[in-house]
């Protein structure tokens, strides 16, 4: 059974910094592409950032040079580093496998002005 477990979020003021982690069981994390999601109070869930099983990484053009994603394979784990952030940046951040369709519980990130 695919599992998919959030942490990291809280809140923060604008300018500062957090690091989100996602951890993985249930299939072979090392196989698969990771992404992380985020939505927003009354807004569609949008892409964030991806990384291929090879480490090649894509981000959503309002998070670039701020987020980066990593995945570190021996922990299952995919990581969004999060800098200068924006109160637009406020939302419940996803964790997501593409090609399985799983999707984490979700941790709020909000970002005060």
């Known amino acids: 059974q695919v599992q998919l477990v959030e942490s990291g979020g809280g809140l923060v003021q604008a300018g500062a910094s957090l690091r989100l982690s996602c951890v993985a069981s249930?299939?072979?994390?090392?196989?698969?592409?990771m992404s992380w999601y985020r939505q927003a109070p009354g807004k569609e869930r949008e892409l964030v950032a991806s990384i291929s099983a090879w480490g090649s990484t894509n981000y959503a053009d309002s998070v670039k040079g701020r987020f980066t994603i990593s995945r570190a394979n021996i922990m299952s784990a995919v990581y969004l580093q999060m800098n200068s952030l924006k109160p637009e940046d406020t939302a419940v951040y996803y964790c997501?496998?593409?090609?399985?369709?799983?999707w984490g519980q979700g941790t709020q990130v909000t970002v005060s002005s």
């Open positions: 997501y496998v593409p090609s399985i369709g799983s």
């Open positions: 249930g299939f072979t994390f090392s196989a698969y592409a």
